[in-house]
Structure formats: structure tokens, C-alpha cells
């Protein structure tokens, strides 16, 4: 045995491995928010590229050992230089570190090539090294996209129902989130835009639009994991109970497996959703996922994020490639993908539950208010951060666009409704860049075919689906408090309530 590890680890194959390297480890600090798939394409690039590299450095030097050798220290140099100009730029934003940092670079070039010439490393510990840095990464990975049942529970205290009825005639159910969408009375307060005229096109359908809905929570994955099991996020599991924690496992988990969901399905309801770009917030293990047609020569957001990492980061200077006007595409790819498959998804002959996340008005903004293509860099500045003004305008333009898909979205439903549907818009929370209170001031809109009556002004997320089980599907849930709760960046658990308010009379 000790014989046959002598040989497999003696030759120097540790380039290849180490090629992989940094794409594993930037999927592995992503996990979650990417799949895991995302990191194939560059992965079979990066090893294929080195593997070509190698061989013509071994021609060149007639040796494998110092071939290998200088063509990882190289590999350093390549998938390093963006992170070290991201902290810097970071720091110091007035300073173009660009020319001394390929100065400095081609000279660090250089004496890799004088170290390889005149000493080599032993392969045995380079490649256990290397094959040690990418087990751990994979093992990151892995330990975090464990495949589940998709008819299961992420959150120890769900408050699922096991006698909930199913009617002869069952509804089908379609739950908008609409992100960052803000209350009617913010929009006017924060921007002077008036959305009266797209509610009342709402209430002519026969929708009730609550005017003092608040969200329970201040960010997306808090709000829907709060709003889809139905429950304050500290009675739900201990997890949520430590201020200090910045762990996300069991939130994430709670969000794809949640009570709502386990309802539904336990009753013969299909779970249909909607590609977001967020691997957290995505139930690919519905009945029915529905993604965009991919585009082999597309750039993903992933790719993106690794060229900015690597000294490839300037082919984007030289009109190569263009990463940001790649996120554009995918993110209008996803809107369309949603609101063109409405159609198809009032047609599917089974009962269903439509969980649909769009990401929209929240930015990137990349559509006017007619939906024409917007470039997502036009509303930030040098240091990717969005000024007031042009994130009071990127915003206007997508809620105008957005309001009319969801026009058009609710005529189609309707119209291919045998039976009356349910169907809620709801905003996870307001718009950025708002004082604190205002950050929790959402859009509601309630479609309760019979039972308008039982909504109320103050609605929250939380409540929504205990009212849907209670009055639709024979529920018992008790009816919460409507509570909101701020939390600071990272300290997501660490809440605190903040008050309702609101300027309209209860009605």
C-alpha cells in the first residue's frame, strides 16, 4: 500500500487539481446562493486550459516537475489578482491600483519562472496539499446541498395541519412575491409616485389591497421564512433564538421546506416555482421548476464573479466580455421566464401552489418603464453602490413596468380559472435606502374569491396563510399578532420590534 501511494503521488499532477481549486472554493463561500452547477462550466475551462498550459511548458522545459511547479505558481498569480484589487479598490476607491498592480505582478511573473528554474519542490507534498484544499472545499459544498425530500419540514416547530380538507372544487393558489415592493403611501412619500391608479385596476378585479401592511421582517430570506411557515421566526426553532448568529442553514432550509408548502402538498396540491438566480430561494425539487432556456454562450452571474476575482477581470476593459451587461440579461431572462408562463401554469390540469419570487423592483434595474433593456451600471457609482437619486429612478422605472405584468398576469389567471383562484402579491419588504421604520412598509393585495371580508388594513406576511387555511381548507390557526422586527447587518437574529404605522384610516 505504502508502495502504490509513493507512485500515484510522485508524479506532479497537483496543477491540475489546484486549476480547480479556486473555482471550488468561490462556489463553497457562495453555497447557497449559487448551485453547484454553476461552477461546472469554469471548472472544466479552468482544468482544460491548465492541462493544455502544462504540456506546452513541459515541451519548453523537457521537465514535468519544473513545468508543474511554474505553472502553479502562475495559476497563483492569475486567480489571486482580483481579490487583492476588490479589498484594495475597496479601501481606497480614489486610487487606480491597475498599473502597479500588473507592474508588481509581472514581476512576481518573473521570479516564478527563476524559482522554478532553479528549485523544484517535492510533487508528493504539493500534490497532497492541493488535493487536500480541494476535498475541503467540495466537502463545504456538499455538506450544504444534501438533496432533501421535497415533501418535508425545515423548521422543528412547522405548525402544519394533518386535517386540513381539500374542496371538491379545489382553488388553485398563486403567491407573488414581489421584491422590495413598498407600501402606496412610502412610494408617494419617498418618491412622489403616485400608485393609486394601478391599485384601483387591482380592486376593479376584485382584489383587496390592505393600506397599512407592514412586513415581519426587514430581509428577503427572514420575511418569506417567516410568511411561509406562517410563524414568528423565534418560535419556529431555536436557531433563531441567537443574536449573535449569522448561520443561515436552517432559515434556508425552513424557506424550501416550509409549512405552507408541506400543506399543500399533503393535500394533493402541486408546488410550482420559478428560477431566481438564488439557489437559497429556489425550489428545484418542485413538481414543476421552471428556469429560462439556458444559452450556452451565455455568461452566468457566477462566471461573472470569478472574472472579477482573477486577472481576467480586464477582458471586460477591453470589450471582451461585459459581466454587468450579462446580469442584466439573466435578470430580465428570469422576469420574462415568469410572467410568459403564467398562461401555461392556469392551464395545468392539477391543483396547484405557485410560489413565485420576482425579483423585481428591487435592483439591478434593467427595464424602463416600457420594458426596454436598461444597463445596470447607469444607477451606481464607481464603487457599485446605488446614490439616492439614480435608485429612486432605477426603481420608478421597474415598479411601472412591473405593475403592468402583473396587470396582465391577473387578467390571464382569471380569465383561465375554472374555479375562482386565490392569489396574493406581496412585497417581502420596502425599498432600499429608506429610514428603518419605512423599510417594513409592503405592498399587499389580496384576490379571496367570497371572503374579502375577512382581510383587514393591517394584514401582515405572517398571518396571510393562516387566514388562506382557515377560511379556504377547514384551518385552525390561531391569528398573530402583526408585529414588525428590524435586525442589523450580519446580527440577522438580533430583533428588534418596531412599531406599526401608517397614515389611512382602517377600512
Not at 500515484?8 to 453547484?36: D, E
Request: aromatic share 16%; net charge neutral; proline share 7%.
Amino acid at each position: 500500500m505504502k508502495t502504490f501511494l509513493n507512485r500515484l503521488f510522485a508524479p506532479p499532477w497537483y496543477p491540475i487539481v489546484f486549476s480547480a481549486y479556486p473555482i471550488l472554493a468561490l462556489l463553497a463561500s457562495n453555497v447557497g446562493q449559487v448551485k453547484a452547477g454553476a461552477g461546472l462550466r469554469p471548472l472544466l475551462i479552468s482544468v482544460g486550459v491548465t492541462s493544455v498550459l502544462f504540456v506546452l511548458l513541459y515541451l519548453i522545459f523537457r521537465n514535468w516537475h519544473r513545468a508543474g511547479f511554474l505553472l502553479t505558481l502562475l495559476l497563483a498569480l492569475f486567480f489571486s489578482y482580483g481579490h487583492l484589487y476588490i479589498v484594495l479598490d475597496e479601501k481606497y476607491p480614489k486610487v487606480n491600483f491597475s498599473p502597479w498592480m500588473l507592474t508588481a505582478w509581472a514581476i512576481l511573473a518573473v521570479g516564478a519562472l527563476f524559482w522554478a528554474w532553479k528549485q523544484t519542490p517535492s510533487a508528493s507534498g504539493l500534490n497532497v496539499i492541493a488535493l487536500g484544499l480541494v476535498t475541503f472545499s467540495v466537502a463545504q459544498i456538499s455538506s450544504t446541498s444534501a438533496p432533501r425530500s421535497a415533501h418535508a419540514l425545515g423548521a422543528e416547530h412547522a405548525p402544519v395541519e394533518s386535517d386540513l380538507v381539500r374542496p371538491e372544487n379545489p382553488l388553485d393558489v398563486y403567491y407573488f412575491i414581489l421584491d422590495s415592493y413598498g407600501r402606496q403611501d412610502l412610494l408617494l412619500q419617498a418618491y412622489g409616485y403616485d400608485n393609486s391608479e394601478f391599485i384601483r385596476e387591482l380592486e376593479k378585479r376584485g382584489f383587496y389591497v390592505p393600506k397599512c401592511s407592514q412586513s415581519n421582517y426587514v430581509r428577503t430570506e427572514l420575511s418569506l421564512g417567516s410568511s411561509l411557515n406562517m410563524q414568528y421566526l423565534p418560535a419556529l426553532s431555536d436557531s433563531f433564538n441567537k443574536p449573535a448568529s449569522t448561520s443561515r442553514s436552517v432559515l434556508w432550509d425552513s424557506l424550501k421546506h416550509s409549512a405552507v408548502r408541506y400543506n399543500f402538498e399533503s393535500m394533493g396540491y402541486e408546488t410550482v416555482n420559478f428560477a431566481t438566480g438564488y439557489a437559497w430561494n429556489e425550489l428545484y425539487d418542485a413538481d414543476h421548476f421552471i428556469s429560462p432556456p439556458a444559452i450556452s454562450s451565455g455568461m452566468s452571474e457566477f462566471e461573472g464573479l470569478l472574472l472579477q476575482t482573477t486577472l481576467a477581470r480586464y477582458a471586460q476593459d477591453l470589450g471582451w466580455v461585459d459581466p454587468d451587461a450579462v446580469l442584466g440579461d439573466n435578470f430580465r431572462d428570469r422576469f420574462k421566464n415568469i410572467f410568459n408562463n403564467i398562461d401555461a401554469i392556469t392551464k395545468m390540469p392539477q391543483s396547484t401552489f405557485a410560489y413565485i419570487h420576482v425579483m423585481s423592483p428591487h435592483p439591478p434595474f434593467v427595464f424602463d418603464p416600457e420594458g426596454n433593456s436598461t444597463y445596470p451600471p447607469d444607477f451606481w457609482n464607481a464603487q457599485r453602490q446605488y446614490p439616492s437619486d439614480l435608485y429612486a429612478k432605477g426603481y420608478q422605472n421597474q415598479l411601472t413596468y412591473l405593475n403592468k405584468n402583473v396587470l396582465k398576469a391577473v387578467d390571464t389567471i382569471l380569465a383561465n380559472s375554472k374555479t375562482p383562484p386565490i392569489i396574493i402579491f406581496q412585497g417581502d419588504h420596502g425599498p432600499w435606502l429608506q429610514p428603518k421604520a419605512k423599510r417594513l412598509w409592503i405592498f399587499n393585495a389580496y384576490y379571496f374569491p367570497g371572503h374579502k371580508d375577512t382581510l383587514y388594513s393591517t394584514i401582515s406576511p405572517v398571518n396571510t396563510f393562516r387566514l388562506v387555511f382557515n377560511t379556504y381548507f377547514g384551518g385552525k390557526y390561531d391569528m398573530l399578532k402583526d408585529i414588525s422586527y428590524f435586525s442589523p447587518v450580519p446580527k440577522l437574529y438580533e430583533f428588534s420590534e418596531v412599531s406599526y404605522a401608517c397614515d389611512y384610516p382602517d377600512n
